[in-house]
T-cell receptor, first 111, second 116 residues
Framework: TQLLEQSPQFLSIQEGENLTVYCNSS?????LQWYRQEPGEGPVLLVTVVTGGEVKKLKRLTFQFGDARKDSSLHITAAQPGDTGLYLC???????????FGAGTRLFVKA | NAGVTQTPKFQVLKTGQSMTLQCAQD?????MYWYRQDPGMGLRLIYY???????DKGEVPNGYNVSRLNKREFSLRLESAAPSQTSVYFC???????????????FGSGTQLSVL
């Protein structure tokens, strides 16, 4: 069974600080995705990374896919209260049809 | 645009009762999914439907049944609810998998279910 482990589970920081959250697995994934979920809503896709070593930027968010395609990181620069939410990584299981999710990192950014 | 619509938003059941969660999408997607979300465990796949007329089990199918009524609608049924099924349920849809690219899942806003 492929598993995605996210760390930290919870992060509370001040506005303006930088942070990195991690998504790790012992399995290789053909691609990894990051979703953001706000209370009372479903997750919304932020980015998909496909190539080992790939780096994608979305405004103040930087996503990286590990060279071996087993891990990914999300770095937020100068966090803002609007970044508060649950960040989930997800991966397509190899050769399958199913998307599996990590348990998430809950981020709280204080003004 | 409605996207993925789930009903009801909230539901309280007694142990042993049955109910059906409804999901509909208006994006002409081929694939639909049911997930449950529990604290500290992320989203776990219950059932999915790769296309109209097909359904398959996910990670945690026990105690659930599904029906892909047509291309738009995918329902989840609890025949005899148990307290362990207390959770938040999400329906999602997507285009069929694109080679080399993770499919984008579109989620509904969820159903919060409590089984007493």
């Amino acid at each position: 069974t492929q598993l995605l482990e996210q760390s930290p589970q919870f992060l509370s920081i001040q506005e303006g600080e930088n942070l990195t959250v991690y998504c790790n697995s012992s399995s290789v994934f053909s691609s990894l995705q990051w979703y953001r979920q706000e209370p009372g809503e479903g997750p919304v896709l932020l980015v998909t990374v496909v190539t080992g070593g790939e780096v994608k930027k979305l405004k103040r968010l930087t996503f990286q896919f590990g060279d071996a395609r087993k891990d990914s990181s999300l770095h937020i620069t100068a966090a803002q209260p609007g970044d508060t939410g649950l960040y989930l990584c997800a991966g397509k299981d190899a050769g399958g049809f199913k998307t599996i999710f990590g348990a998430g990192t809950r981020l709280f950014v204080k003004a | 645009n409605a996207g993925v619509t789930q009903t009801p938003k909230f539901q309280v059941l007694k142990t042993g009762q049955s109910m059906t969660l409804q999901c509909a999408q208006d994006m002409n997607h081929n694939s639909m999914y049911w997930y449950r979300q529990d604290p500290g465990m992320g989203l776990r796949l219950i059932y999915y439907s790769a296309s109209e007329g097909t359904t398959d089990k996910g990670e945690v199918p026990n105690g659930y049944n599904v029906s892909r009524l047509n291309k738009r609608e995918f329902s989840l049924r609890l025949e005899s609810a148990a307290p362990s099924q207390t959770s938040v349920y999400f329906c999602a849809s997507s285009w069929s998998r694109t080679q080399g690219e993770g499919e984008k899942l579109f989620f509904g806003s969820g159903t919060q279910l409590s089984v007493l």
